[in-house]
């Protein structure tokens, strides 16, 4: 099995010439910091990536990749410059000096002038990075693990192919959607000749204040009983990859994103009342059917007076419960997403034809094994949940995220220097 | 010709109960709007309407709408469902209170706890509302200014059907993504049976800070030869509707919108110095070529040492610049758009096929009267600029916006009384 070749002369020179070319606007930036949220700097360098117990940023640009290179070396190095130059980023540094004009070394110069808006950049290796076609392109394929498959088909699914799946994502997040764009391009651009893409999907949350949950388009609040992110017991029994390994990924997560449609239309002509008995939850203050605010625990025991459950047994705050599923739990990082309209042909009532939005949540989990997370909470809900009425999951994928980069060391490295 | 017939009992019962159901989050709202800038209010009565001297919010969501129904009563009462709806919204209150579920009057619901992030709600009129196929479909067509004619094809047009013109245009714009499309969910579903979607364009603005100019894709600053829209001669100069009429657009305008692609594949391996000559000014400092400053004066008549052109001939800057143009002027309210990447096939250099980026700018611009505003200046860029080789119009529509609506009257009442 190969290893890695050596790799070209690192980019890091390159990005230190950078720095100082862009110190003005560096140096502001550094200044705005103090003043301005939108100046913080999300840590790079930590014992997980970025962006996946980071407090949810308002913006999100999510790519899946194909390796179009057999060459071992060019991803290995590919790999390498996407961490330096994430890193950079990071920081709110270009990726390399305008001036340089170095192709395709340079940067392309739209965030010039704004704060890092606490971009993270999250790498992920989808199971056809291991085994595509039955070959082993890279000698991975031995390194793959188990929980990462395909992922089986759920009730319902209408997964478009070129919405689907990648040898690769990568998930830029940040409070600013120029800045989370802007750090996917300048990666692909790094990555011209060995990885391309292959599908996208922007993101978006409203600004709610403070701590109050963010509505998803459905008008509900969404992700109440989301596990904290702050939790670091929760985190390593549910989110992170421990010793039962593949050692590479250890510190990592598997992450699992679904494009879901939501016919709005239809939704937004039902009564209040119906949906929040799809919902379980109450629309205005997103309280459980039978409690009164939002945090009271969901009583899924509870009963009316003629024996009925106060939560249906259809509602997708009862299917999703961890109770429900033997106490399984992923974490939520879900977004909007906003794609404008198509032509949608519905041959039975309302018998209307025409333009429709194509619009829904971009849901986003991360779990330390899809087959006791995403796959065995969905496959019930797939099959059950009320809300499937008004939702449709056109687009995904499943990507093992490596844990967090030490400095000097590229997303990876340790799964190249197993294989 | 037909009189507008008696409006159906006014919307604006619902929308007064909806406050003091909403009463909580609105006085949530009322005390965030001195501390956040987010809960900042533009006002809906006005001598014209919002969104277009408004300093540009963060985020556009514009939408074309064709009119389904024949009947002009049915229009009617659509603009005045819309106008009240607008106005509520503007202040941050929800269209009908949501425990009524007055299909279709109740508000979807997922702005609730937001301010209303500025938002405005501009709308137009398209050539096809007075004539369509020769039909004098709502006896407006003699109240049709001779200047609201469908735009001519330009050089190098790419226009899809499914992305240009539409009897109506609303755009909502405001600091939050979430608020701007709420806005228009709202209003299309009041036009349920009346108005049909046609098309929508999702936009955004980075937050660049203070008075910087904001970059668009291209990593140029865009805006900075833009008239003033504080500038109230200027405007009346180019901008509003004057006494030349029809009577009903007076302190009104009408707005082109372009979805211009921009191949940013290929753009960012161009180098620096190559894409300065193109825009004719500087990236980084986005002076004029010969300039020191950003706002320096562009000169074009300056030389360089063998007599050429410092702006070469065929730059974007010196082609839109006024003096290129007999003096004609208008004001550019451009957002970027980002819609994912779809497949691409180049049969030349550098023969790649596969996924590129569909993102680039959707261009708004305001004018006095197309014919001596976008159309001029387009017809010369359409042909001769440098830019042409990175970007494809596929888009976009010409609409009348009347002027400012007071209490009471709803958009557009003054042609429909006339017509």
Redesign the interface.
């Known amino acids: 099995m190969n290893r890695p070749e050596l790799p070209r002369p690192s980019r890091r020179g390159l990005v230190r010439a950078a720095v100082g070319l862009a110190a003005a606007s560096a140096g502001l930036r550094a200044d705005?910091a103090a003043a301005?949220p939108?100046a913080a700097v999300e840590p790079f360098h930590a014992r997980h990536q970025g962006g996946i117990t980071t407090p949810a940023q308002r913006y999100s640009?999510f790519?899946a990749l194909d390796v179009v290179s057999a060459d071992r070396g060019d991803v290995v190095r590919m790999l390498r410059d996407w961490t330096e130059a994430a890193a950079a980023m990071a920081t709110g540094r270009p990726v390399a000096a305008?001036?340089d004009?170095a192709?395709?070394g340079?940067d392309?110069?739209?965030?010039?002038?704004?704060?890092p808006?606490r971009l993270t950049v999250t790498f992920g290796f989808g199971p056809h990075l291991f085994l595509k076609d039955g070959k082993d392109r890279f000698g991975l394929a031995a390194q793959r693990p188990e929980a990462l498959a395909e992922l089986p088909r759920f009730h319902g699914d209408r997964l478009i192919a070129?919405r689907t799946g990648g040898d690769l994502s990568i998930q830029a997040c940040a409070?600013?959607?120029?800045?989370a764009?802007h750090a996917v391009?300048q990666l692909v651009?790094l990555g011209y000749r060995t990885a391309?893409?292959?599908?996208?999907?922007?993101g978006?949350?409203?600004?709610?204040?403070g701590d109050?949950t963010a509505?998803?388009?459905?008008?509900?609040k969404d992700g109440t009983a989301n596990p904290s992110a702050a939790d670091a017991t929760a985190m390593a029994q549910f989110v992170w990859v421990g010793k039962e390994g593949p050692r590479w990924l250890e510190n990592g997560s598997y992450v699992v994103v679904r494009r879901i449609r939501i016919a709005?239309?239809h939704?937004?002509?039902?009564?209040?009342?119906f949906q929040e008995q799809t919902f379980g939850r109450r629309?205005?203050s997103g309280a459980p059917l039978g409690g009164e605010r939002e945090f009271d625990p969901v009583d899924l025991a509870a009963t009316g007076k003629e024996g009925d459950p106060v939560i249906p047994e259809s509602a997708h705050v009862r299917l999703a419960a961890a109770a429900s599923n033997g106490g399984a739990r992923i974490l939520r990082r879900p977004y909007?997403y906003?794609?404008?309209?198509d032509?949608v042909a519905e041959r039975w009532p309302p018998w209307r034809q025409?333009?429709?939005?194509d619009?829904g949540m971009f849901f986003v989990c991360y779990q330390r094994d899809p087959r006791t997370g995403f796959i065995r909470i969905f496959d019930r809900l797939a099959q059950f949940d009320m809300l499937n009425q008004f939702v449709t999951h056109t687009g995904g994928g499943v990507f093992a995220c490596p844990g967090g980069i030490a400095e000097g060391r590229f997303v990876g490295q340790r799964l190249f220097e197993a294989g």
């Open positions: 705005r301005e939108a640009y790519t305008l001036a004009a192709i395709p340079a392309s110069g739209e965030t010039l002038g704004l704060p808006a070129a409070d600013d959607p120029l800045v764009f391009r651009r391309m893409l292959r599908w996208a999907q922007t978006f949350l409203a600004g709610f204040p109050e509505r998803n388009l459905m008008g509900f709005l239309d939704w937004d002509r039902m009564p209040v009342a629309k205005t909007c906003n794609d404008g309209v032509f025409g333009m429709a939005y619009a």
